[in-house]
T-cell receptor
């Protein structure tokens, strides 16, 4: 039981490049979400999904796309990276009303 | 809409002293409330959660929190701080009536423990 797995752990992008942050969970959780963490800002919700085929926007969705084709996977796509997207990204999943299980994070730097 | 306010972005205590981290929430519906801890360069770990059962919730590592509806608070306490408690702590709220809603986080409180 691996929990929530995020890859890669570190990434450096050039402005304008695109990439996909991967997130997979093996707990059969229906609910998955992506957060970004910036100093002094806490964790802000980017996108979330309540089940396969269903996604919705969070507080800061601009510049990011998501899809949920399976229960297990919830990738986050950066279409054209900008320096403002330099951050630490966390994927999380949960079942019902219980606390989230978080991945270990992806530290992204856009230069 | 739900929101969380953590009072004090930085709290410093001496080893052995009481730890008190403050969290106030705003919610128009019954809330679930959570405290998470983040150690440097790591992910978030659940400390404890309130899900409408007992108002005094005990968590891991000797932490506990009390849900006070009249004060809309969910403060985190520990009787005696250890050096290993130094970390960042986040309070979060979600809608108890809808399992598919997101966690809304406060901005975090960094706890420093001195010897």
């Amino acid at each position: 039981n691996a929990g929530v797995t995020q890859t890669p752990k570190f990434q450096v992008l050039k402005t304008g490049q695109s990439m996909t942050l991967q997130c997979a969970q093996d707990m059969n959780h229906e609910y998955m979400s992506w957060y970004r963490q910036d100093p002094g800002m806490g964790l802000r919700l980017i996108h979330y999904s309540v089940g396969a085929g269903i996604t919705d926007q969070g507080e800061v969705p601009n510049g990011y796309n998501v899809s949920r084709s399976t229960t297990e996977d919830f990738p986050l796509r950066l279409l054209s990276a900008a320096p403002s997207q330099t951050s630490v990204y966390f994927c999380a999943s949960r079942m019902g009303g219980y606390g989230y299980t978080f991945g270990s994070g992806t530290r992204l730097t856009v230069v | 809409a739900q929101s969380v306010t953590q009072l004090g972005s930085h709290v410093s205590v001496s080893e052995g002293a009481l730890v008190l981290l403050r969290c106030n929430y705003s919610s128009s519906v019954p809330p679930y409330l959570f405290w998470y801890v983040q150690y440097p360069n790591q992910g978030l770990q659940l400390l404890l959660k309130y899900t409408s059962a007992a108002t005094l919730v005990k968590g891991i590592n000797g932490f506990e929190a009390e849900f006070k509806k009249s004060e809309t608070s969910f403060h985190l306490t520990k009787p005696s701080a250890h050096m290993s408690d130094a970390a960042e702590y986040f309070c979060a709220v979600s809608d108890a009536n809808q399992a598919g809603t997101a966690l809304i986080f406060g901005k975090g409180t960094t706890l420093s423990v001195s010897s």
